[in-house]
């Protein structure tokens, strides 16, 4: 059982960092969820591993003029399960919340699945239908809207301050 206040910590963690994904190849899904950080905080990265007891991690070539970072990614299906276990008890914040929501009923299909390589190297006997709507409606919820900002005391845009 996870340590209360780790799971509380991980949950703002992710809320901040992380990120849940459903990808496809040609033949099939699969869901996906991590957090990228520096190098530097790699043990952040090596915490959440070790008290979760889930995903790997990968150190990743700097882009551009970005710094060196690693990634701690799970991929497999009773990892993820794991992740929706934590956070249905740790509960998500703000849009990753609406994000994992999607994610977790993706995994939850997921995980009923059982393809099987077909001669030609393909996964078949599964309908991916389900997955891919899920997909899409996670995509669609990620792009921006504009807030409604009468519910702020002053919802005019706030001047920029100007330094001497």
């Given at each position: 059982m996870?340590?209360?206040?780790f799971g ?5 963690f ?5 990120h ?5 190849s ?6 996906a969820?991590?957090i ?5 905080d790699?043990p952040?990265?090596?915490e ?15 882009v ?9 990614i ?5 990892e ?15 849009r990753?919340l ?9 995994v ?6 059982h393809?099987?390589r ?7 006997g599964c309908?991916w239908t ?6 899409t ?6 792009q921006?809207?504009t807030?409604?900002l009468s519910?702020?005391?002053h919802?005019?845009t ?7």
């Amino acid at each position: 059982m996870m340590d209360d206040v780790f799971g509380h910590w991980f949950a703002g963690f992710f809320t901040g960092e992380g990120h849940v994904r459903i990808t496809s190849s040609q033949t099939f899904y699969t869901c996906a969820a991590g957090i990228t950080a520096r190098l530097d905080d790699l043990p952040l990265l090596i915490e959440v591993q070790r008290e979760t007891l889930t995903g790997r991690i990968y150190q990743r070539r700097p882009v551009g003029r970005s710094h060196p970072c690693a990634e701690w990614i799970v991929t497999r299906k009773e990892e993820a399960q794991t992740l929706v276990d934590i956070f249905n008890r740790y509960p998500l914040r703000g849009r990753k919340l609406a994000d994992f929501l999607i994610w977790r009923e993706a995994v939850q299909i997921w995980q009923s699945m059982h393809p099987v390589r077909q001669p030609n190297g393909r996964f078949g006997g599964c309908d991916w239908t389900p997955i891919a709507v899920l997909k899409t409606t996670l995509l669609e919820g990620r792009q921006y809207r504009t807030p409604d900002l009468s519910q702020l005391d002053h919802p005019q845009t706030a001047p920029t301050p100007v330094r001497a």
